[in-house]
């Protein structure tokens, strides 16, 4: 079984088995055993719908810190487009990267530039004949990993590109080495992300053999250095950088944002883990074959929904629209970049994305019907409520994990309930 890596975990001395996390997890990778949530580290996709929804916080992500910049010669900061809308009042984006800079960064490269060179390829592709349909979008981490477990077969669906985030670093790490001449391995660059799923693709990036970035630091942990800076730069002026990336990347941070930055008309965005499952249902059953582009995005709304971020997502969205209208005023371009790529393979995934089967029952074809009807045959044994008081999401994974081993019929309080009943009626008519 090869090894997982995963940003979100548990805080089991926080972790009341509430089952929360239980009913939202779009994988069914979480159990509730012993009185303490369990994670399934071979279903998990780090999507942090749990930590979303955990009452308890119980579920944390985990993240690289601002203290790990010190590893390396210089830093680079690459902020998401979702941390310009954190900040109320912010009329440029310049006082964010120039904040940055006074926390401790060398440099700023924004990470809606590489959406920006990413946005020219997409649309291109799109237009290309003979492509499969819908393409759908390799920019969510977690919907990547998503499709692996549930979707394998719409693999080839994904468009053959690596996400802005990787091809920002990677122009970060070119730029900033013949800027301040030094070697790129002296440079570290550090993702600040809305996120897990994107600590995830760093430490294990899909289709590429290693990730450009360096680090992941959560907006979340960067906040209230941010804000304080801001401020204190607001109060006394200060020159503010000029910005590289043009408003369609920024755009990039909401859904659909991605698509009509790249001049794509007919296309489908959906948001939301479990809105994102749907439409990939329909699109594996072959009802959205007659749409271009999909684009599934795992947070309510975009990455300005993600679990680690400040701001609530609609603010994010209405800030970032504002900032958005008036970057437009400025820029003169529509789908083209300002930034000219030495390398167009640089873009591009160097590996195909492999199936992950953990939700087969069993290698051997004839074990997994057995298996299955055996699934069938307690399924409609049980009550049917999806109560998940057993500790399994529904009554369908609790039988499957009867058939495993990982659970027993009793574990139903129904279940427990009917055999009492039926001992203690016993023991009346053996009086």
Not at 132 to 138: G, N, V
Request: hydrophobic letters at 35%; one cysteine or more; glycine letters at 8%.
């Amino acid at each position: 079984m090869p090894q997982y890596y995963h940003s979100v975990t548990l805080d089991k001395d926080k972790c009341t088995g509430c089952t929360s996390c239980l009913k939202r997890c779009p994988t069914e990778a979480i159990r509730i055993r012993d009185g303490k949530a369990r994670i399934i580290r071979e279903r998990c996709i780090d999507c942090g719908e749990c930590i979303r929804v955990c009452p308890h916080h119980a579920k944390v992500a985990i993240t690289d810190s601002l203290s790990d910049i010190k590893k390396f010669r210089y830093s680079v900061a690459l902020p998401a487009p979702t941390l310009y809308g954190q900040f109320q009042g912010l009329s440029d984006i310049g006082q964010v990267i120039k904040a940055l800079c006074d926390i401790g960064f060398d440099g700023v490269y924004e990470t809606s530039a590489g959406a920006d060179v990413l946005s020219k390829y997409i649309r291109e592709l799109v237009h290309k004949p003979n492509n499969p349909r819908p393409l759908i979008s390799s920019a969510c981490p977690a919907i990547m990993r998503l499709i692996q477990v549930r979707f394998p077969s719409l693999r080839e669906n994904i468009v053959p590109f690596r996400p802005p985030v990787e091809v920002a670093a990677s122009l970060a790490r070119e730029s900033f080495s013949k800027k301040w001449g030094c070697a790129k391995e002296d440079i570290g660059i550090f993702f600040i992300t809305p996120c897990p799923a994107k600590m995830t693709a760093r430490m294990a990036p899909l289709g590429s053999k290693s990730s450009n970035v360096d680090g992941a630091i959560s907006i979340m942990e960067l906040y209230g250095s941010l804000a304080s800076k801001i401020g204190d730069n607001l109060k006394h002026g200060c020159e503010i950088p000029s910005r590289l990336g043009l408003a369609g990347g920024v755009g990039w941070a909401a859904s659909g944002g991605e698509a009509t930055q790249a001049g794509i008309e007919n296309y489908l965005a959906v948001d939301g883990i479990h809105n994102v499952i749907k439409a990939l249902e329909e699109i594996e059953d072959g009802r959205l074959s007659d749409i271009d582009f999909f684009e599934g995005l795992a947070c309510t709304g975009g990455c300005v929904g993600g679990p680690l971020v400040f701001e609530y997502s609609y603010i994010t969205k209405m800030r970032l629209k504002k900032l958005c209208e008036a970057m437009r005023k400025q820029d003169r371009q529509d789908y083209r970049s300002s930034v000219i790529l030495e390398d167009e393979q640089m873009i591009y995934l160097d590996s195909e994305i492999p199936p992950n089967p953990v939700l087969k029952l069993d290698p051997d074809f004839r074990v997994a019907i057995k298996m299955m009807e055996r699934i069938d045959a307690i399924e409609a044994d049980l009550p049917g409520l999806d109560c998940g008081s057993c500790g399994s999401p529904t009554c369908r994974c609790q039988a499957e994990d009867i058939v495993r081993g990982y659970s027993t019929e009793i574990d139903c309080i129904y279940k427990l309930k009917e055999k009492f009943r039926n001992l203690s009626l016993n023991e009346s008519e053996n009086k």
